[in-house]
């Protein structure tokens, strides 16, 4: 079992940033690949970045591409989403998610731990 807690949501006017932060616990999270996920009311969620279990390789929604960066640092398992040049558009509950393969996913349904989400809010 994994718990993962995400934090460093808030309300950023358009341009700005913001880091985002997820620590797992319950196992041996270096073993996992990461994702970030966010959804609005009425949308399905979708995927904004995953990173390997290593942290090598990273994939990113098109829409994110060249503003955010997804790291991690398995020595305080945690992982991170900086989020740069933020738009209206990116605002959204984030939410942080493990699954048991070293390799990450684009798909929602790949994940088997979640964490409650974490709001980001980006005023025009």
């Known amino acids: 079992q994994v718990q993962l807690v995400e934090s460093g949501g808030g309300l950023v006017q358009a341009g700005g940033s913001l880091r985002l932060s997820c620590v797992a616990s319950?196992?041996?999270?270096?073993?996992?690949?990461m994702g970030w996920f966010r959804q609005v009311p009425g949308k399905e969620r979708e995927f904004v970045a995953a990173?390997?279990?290593?942290?090598?390789?990273?994939d990113y929604a098109d829409s994110v591409k060249g503003r955010f960066t997804i790291s991690r640092d398995n020595a305080k398992s945690t992982v991170y989403l900086q989020m740069n040049s933020l738009k209206p558009e990116d605002t959204a509950v984030y939410y942080c998610?493990?699954?048991?393969?070293?390799?990450?996913?684009?798909?929602?349904?790949?994940?088997?731990?979640w964490g409650q989400g974490t709001q980001v809010t980006v005023s025009s």
């Open positions: 998610a493990a699954r048991d393969r070293a390799r990450a996913s684009e798909s929602v349904g790949a994940y088997d731990y």
């Open positions: 319950g196992r041996t999270f270096s073993m996992d690949a």
């Open positions: 990173i390997s279990w290593s942290g090598r390789s990273g």
